[in-house]
């Protein structure tokens, strides 16, 4: 119902920040979004929604989070790319306690409908050696071993959904994300992810005329990339709907880090000359996602073309580089 109250846990975040605007645009009145950073450090804040400062590994914030909700969109954690996750592990693993309390909460608040955002981190590392994946099927998340840290994290958290539902009732639905990137997120200060660091590096090369690059790992590693609008749409297709275990939500367009650069200096109209950090952290070999099961069960498919996502994201950062400056 257009008037139920939906919180969102991460709002002030990228993919929550997105959410919000969407749900604002399909109708939806009585909006909550809940983040732990002040409200000037929110990606975006919109009129007519409440908007609370909370930190939600404490228990009481949850409940105060989840006071009245029917749905909850489960988007907070302490999280970044590879260069934070790497070195965070223990940080990402508090996370587990967001997610804990927030479905304690859910019970006694009649929650209808709760959403966990999972993550590809959570596959086994054997299956994500060679550069030439084999796309990754929801059940090669076992037997476990997933990332260190944060994927353990993701995975743990998943599993505590499935029993949350299973011994008290409470309605979860949890994706696997891969890569979401886009406009509104974070492209600077050490958590960015590859496309938005990517873009960054580019556009700095561009303005400064040093027209060098240094690329994380040997190039070679590959991933898929979804776009912002594209997760948004599977986002809640999947909350929707009667899947119970986590389900794959993430592009099948498999491009290495090089490619990834390719195209970012044709957006620009540049090339670099390109110098490889082999020390830096780098994920992976490589990751894509087998998309069988979301298509079947759901009809869902990305729409929006690398390339064309692309170009959005790096004009979003370059204007944002610029208004830095100014
Ligand atoms: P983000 O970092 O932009 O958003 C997460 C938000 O959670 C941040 O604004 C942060 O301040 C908030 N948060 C952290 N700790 C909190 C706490 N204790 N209380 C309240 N808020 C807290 O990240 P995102 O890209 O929007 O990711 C959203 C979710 O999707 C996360 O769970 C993330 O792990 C998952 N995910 C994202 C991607 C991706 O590529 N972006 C991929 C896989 C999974």
Known sequence: MKSDKIVVCGGGGFIGGHLIADLKRQ??????SVDIKPLSEWYQVFPGVENLVLDLQRREAC????KDARVVY???ADMGGMGFIENNRALCMLSVLINTHLLMAARPAGV????YASSACVYNADKQRDPNVTALKEADAYPAM???GYGWEKLFSERMCRHFREDFGVLTRSARYHNVYGPEGTWEGGRE?????????????????QHQIEIWGDGQQTRSFMYIDDCLHGTQAILASDILEPINLGSSELVSINQLVDIVEGIAGIKLKRSYNLKAPKG?????SDNTLIKKLLGWEPNVRL?????????WIYDEMQHKKA
Do not use: M, W
């Open 74 to 76: 489960n988007l907070a």
């Open 112 to 115: 209808q409908r709760y959403f």
């Open 284 to 288: 992976v070999n490589g990751r894509n």
């Open 307 to 315: 390339r064309d996502g692309l170009e959005k994201t790096y004009r």
């Open 146 to 148: 997933p990332e260190d």
């Open 27 to 32: 109708g939806h009145t009585d909006l909550r």
């Open 63 to 66: 409940e105060q989070a989840l």
């Open 193 to 209: 992810k590859a496309p938005a660091a990517i873009c960054r590096k580019v556009i700095q090369a561009k303005v400064s005329g």
